[in-house]
């Protein structure tokens, strides 16, 4: 029989290390909570299934109670009417409801046995589950869709992907839904000014997008896909693409770039299309180079690491990846 050792301090110091930092993991009843929570306050749950690039959204739901059936005289007065108990189906543990997938061709995709990976927010906190479609339902001629009930859910502290502040000196413009300046941006999303006076756009809405590309920005004419095609893009610098509106918040601090008065307009980018994927990388790319560069040239006072000129609400990845790079900037 082998023999079974206690691990030793330092192995127990490297678990902990290997954990993701910022990632909280629940199970049992608190996942219920969790799901009753984002159903009450209609919070969109997304989808990515089978880990297709495009992202389906929804919302938690419950099946309608079923019309009570009016008894007859003639019947037994000790007959037991069928009650109708909300969220029955979550007490069991043994599903979870969704109302139909938006855009509409998702729903034809949701077959039983597909993985899917569902999102959603917490507050702060992005709440994510890896489970399976189970089947479609049609109560009254509605549908729902019928996924695994997850095992646990994993709650997430930090951005999936970076938000880069926009240097003032960097032009980057919306020029739809409105006139505007863009705050901050990553590969799957961006916020931007929006005037307190302007019609305010509903949270989970889908909007167009047009992004005028920065005149300071050096872009190849052609994209190469992975599929060895070479695609000849439009010169007018401008990427229309759609997204949801996700939050609106207060400016706060010292900005430089939007009116005042201003609020921050937070959408998640709809990608469907790798050139427009390709497109948005090269613009984020651009912004991520233009602000590291502004912190290359702080430098880090003597005595400390370059770690100490990263913000420290960013990703341990992120964090790697920018090192290596403001290293390389400060060298040269």
Not at 121 to 126: L, Q, R, T, V
Not at 127 to 142: G, H, P, Q, S
Not at 301 to 314: F, M, R, Y
Request: proline share 5%.
């Amino acid at each position: 029989m082998a023999k079974t050792t206690k691990k030793s301090n330092s192995q127990k110091d490297n678990d902990k290390e290997a954990k993701p930092s910022g990632t909280e993991t629940v199970k049992g009843d608190r996942i219920v909570q969790l799901i009753k929570k984002a159903h009450e306050s209609d919070t969109v749950v997304e989808l990515r299934i089978n880990n297709l690039t495009q992202i389906f959204y929804s919302h938690f739901c419950d099946l309608p109670a079923k019309p009570a059936e009016e008894s007859n005289e003639g019947s037994s007065k000790n007959s037991k009417k069928t009650e109708h108990t909300p969220f029955a189906h979550l007490k069991k543990k043994s599903h979870l409801l969704l109302t139909g997938l938006i855009p509409e061709d998702g729903n034809k995709r949701a077959k039983k046995g597909n993985k899917v990976l569902i999102r959603f927010y917490d507050g702060k906190k992005a709440v994510e589950a890896k489970v399976r479609f189970k089947k479609k339902v049609t109560v009254d001629d509605k549908s729902f869709l019928k996924i695994e009930f997850p095992k646990l859910l994993k709650l997430h502290k930090q951005r999936r992907h970076y938000r880069v502040k926009v240097l003032p000196e960097v032009d980057l413009r919306l020029t739809s839904p409105i006139e505007s300046r863009v705050i901050d941006m990553s590969v799957q999303g961006l916020s931007f000014c929006f005037p307190s006076d302007a019609t305010k756009l509903e949270n989970g809405s889908q909007i167009t997008l047009n992004l005028k590309i920065p005149p300071t920005l050096e872009t190849q004419e052609k994209l190469l896909l992975d599929s060895g095609l070479e695609v000849e893009r439009s010169k007018d610098r401008t990427i229309s693409f759609t997204g949801f509106v996700r939050n609106f918040t207060p400016i706060t601090g010292d900005n430089k770039i939007c009116p005042a008065g201003s609020q921050q307009c937070g959408v998640q980018f709809d990608i469907t299309s790798a050139i427009r994927s390709m497109e948005i990388s090269e613009v984020y790319t651009y912004i991520e180079r233009e602000y590291l560069r502004s912190l290359a040239k702080k430098k880090p006072q003597e005595g400390k690491k370059i770690k100490s000129l990263l913000p420290d609400n960013i990703g341990k990845e992120t964090k790697k990846t920018w090192v290596k790079i403001l290293k390389s900037m400060i060298s040269t």
